[in-house]
């Protein structure tokens, strides 16, 4: 594994514009279901459990072997399974910005053959990509082993819900970095979990679902989905 590239892949540094997504958690803060920091935890708990562990998680995993092999079809079927499984268009719309922008960043600043393969996918329209499905390729060619990239995508999508959390509720750094450990806690064993026995997605969030289709509803947004 190279340290310095996951480093880099995680840092917000990067340019993915994950800052203007909240995946529903504008939605979640404006009607009332996330207002304390406990909501916020288990907020993040869903995302853990549901999307990550059973939906992104596996999506991601599946695209990173597909990118090993050379599996061109297979990352173009996954991809389409990824978006099919999100019902709310601003989730879809949003992993495809957030998707297109880290294959696009990432091949600027690290230039390889295979991820130009992909670009050539994205060029053809054959996939969006979906961000889980951008993020295992770029695993793949950054060298970053299934445990380790099941861990820091966790990771990004676990901090980017702190980090919208402090914009839209009345909650400091101190708590949402509280909640943010608390849900860190659980992802190895999910890691080595997904890791030791690939699965296909899956998709059973409708609370979550609901908060995301609402989003495109309120009055005013810092957020697009």
């Given at each position: 594994m190279n340290l310095l590239n996951l480093l880099h892949l995680c840092d917000t540094l990067f340019p993915t514009g994950g800052f203007a997504h909240s995946d529903g958690l504008e939605a979640a803060t404006s009607n009332g279901d996330?207002?304390?920091?406990?909501?916020?935890?288990a907020w993040m708990t869903t995302v853990l459990e549901e999307i990550i562990a059973r939906q992104d998680g596996p999506a991601m995993l599946a695209a990173r072997t597909a990118m090993l092999g050379g599996a061109d079809a297979e990352i173009v079927r996954i991809d389409r399974d990824a978006l099919a499984l999100k019902p709310a268009a601003t989730l879809r719309r949003g992993s495809r910005a957030v998707g297109s922008r880290l294959l696009q960043a990432w091949g600027t600043t690290y230039p390889s053959e295979r991820l130009e393969a992909v670009q050539a996918l994205v060029a053809t329209r054959q996939i969006a990509p979906s961000l889980p499905?951008?993020?295992?390729?770029?695993?793949?060619?950054?060298?970053?082993?299934?445990?380790?990239?099941?861990?820091?995508?966790?990771?990004?999508?676990?901090?980017?819900?702190?980090?919208?959390?402090?914009?839209?509720?009345?909650i400091g750094q101190?708590?949402?970095?509280?909640?943010?450990?608390?849900?860190?806690?659980?992802?190895?064993a999910i890691a080595?979990?997904?890791?030791?026995?690939?699965?296909?997605?899956?998709?059973?969030?409708?609370?979550?679902?609901?908060?995301?289709?609402?989003?495109?509803?309120?009055h005013s947004r810092l957020f697009l989905s």
């Amino acid at each position: 594994m190279n340290l310095l590239n996951l480093l880099h892949l995680c840092d917000t540094l990067f340019p993915t514009g994950g800052f203007a997504h909240s995946d529903g958690l504008e939605a979640a803060t404006s009607n009332g279901d996330v207002r304390t920091a406990d909501d916020l935890s288990a907020w993040m708990t869903t995302v853990l459990e549901e999307i990550i562990a059973r939906q992104d998680g596996p999506a991601m995993l599946a695209a990173r072997t597909a990118m090993l092999g050379g599996a061109d079809a297979e990352i173009v079927r996954i991809d389409r399974d990824a978006l099919a499984l999100k019902p709310a268009a601003t989730l879809r719309r949003g992993s495809r910005a957030v998707g297109s922008r880290l294959l696009q960043a990432w091949g600027t600043t690290y230039p390889s053959e295979r991820l130009e393969a992909v670009q050539a996918l994205v060029a053809t329209r054959q996939i969006a990509p979906s961000l889980p499905v951008a993020f295992g390729c770029v695993c793949a060619v950054a060298g970053i082993g299934s445990v380790e990239a099941v861990e820091a995508f966790a990771y990004t999508r676990l901090a980017g819900i702190a980090s919208a959390a402090m914009r839209l509720m009345p909650i400091g750094q101190t708590e949402a970095h509280r909640a943010l450990a608390r849900a860190l806690e659980r992802v190895p064993a999910i890691a080595h979990d997904l890791a030791a026995a690939p699965r296909e997605p899956q998709s059973f969030a409708p609370r979550m679902d609901i908060a995301a289709m609402s989003q495109q509803y309120l009055h005013s947004r810092l957020f697009l989905s």
